[in-house]
């Protein structure tokens, strides 16, 4: 499999490790993720958090998939670079890969530092909306 040479750098670099394929993993991360963004579609108004959180989960399953295609795992880079690389696979623009990124760094911080800080109605519609788009991304990516 011809791997874009990105790939290939960061498995010489020790950050990412060759694979083989697990069969169904890229279809099943692709589901979760669906069901992820129809998660966060549900949640009420009042609930963001929840619903910004479903959003990322589900964003991070698209990495996943995009990895499992790719026949590669983190190994000392972790999910950072992992959702770095990906986000260009995606062709996310300029301001929506920030947005991926503060939502990235937001969950480290409540994971491993401090409660949840306030997420906005819009912080959750905007990462959806890039969830939404990500994901028939990685099928074009995973069908070539």
């Given at each position: 499999?011809?791997?874009?040479?990105?790939?290939?750098?960061?498995?010489?670099?020790?950050?990412?490790?060759?694979?083989?394929?697990?069969?169904?993993?890229?279809?099943?991360?692709l589901?979760?993720?669906?069901?992820?963004?129809?998660?966060?579609?549900?949640?009420?108004?009042?609930?963001?958090?929840?619903?910004?959180?479903?959003?990322y989960?589900?964003f991070?399953?698209?990495?996943?998939?995009?990895?499992?295609?790719?026949?590669?795992?983190?190994?000392?880079a972790?999910?950072?670079?992992?959702?770095?690389?990906?986000?260009?696979?995606?062709?996310?623009?300029?301001?929506?890969?920030?947005?991926?990124?503060?939502?990235?760094?937001?969950?480290?911080?409540?994971?491993?530092?401090?409660?949840?800080?306030?997420?906005?109605?819009?912080?959750?519609?905007?990462?959806?909306?890039?969830?939404?788009?990500?994901?028939?991304?990685?099928?074009?990516?995973?069908?070539?």
């Amino acid at each position: 499999m011809a791997r874009p040479p990105e790939y290939e750098n960061l498995i010489k670099t020790k950050a990412f490790e060759e694979v083989r394929p697990t069969p169904g993993a890229i279809a099943g991360h692709l589901q979760n993720a669906r069901d992820y963004l129809a998660a966060a579609a549900q949640l009420d108004a009042k609930m963001p958090m929840q619903a910004f959180t479903m959003a990322y989960e589900g964003f991070f399953q698209v990495v996943q998939a995009v990895l499992e295609f790719h026949q590669v795992r983190t190994k000392e880079a972790g999910r950072n670079l992992a959702i770095q690389r990906v986000c260009v696979d995606l062709q996310l623009s300029a301001p929506e890969f920030q947005i991926v990124s503060r939502a990235h760094a937001r969950r480290n911080a409540t994971s491993y530092q401090s409660p949840f800080p306030p997420v906005s109605r819009a912080e959750a519609d905007a990462l959806a909306a890039i969830l939404a788009k990500a994901i028939p991304a990685a099928e074009r990516i995973a069908s070539a």
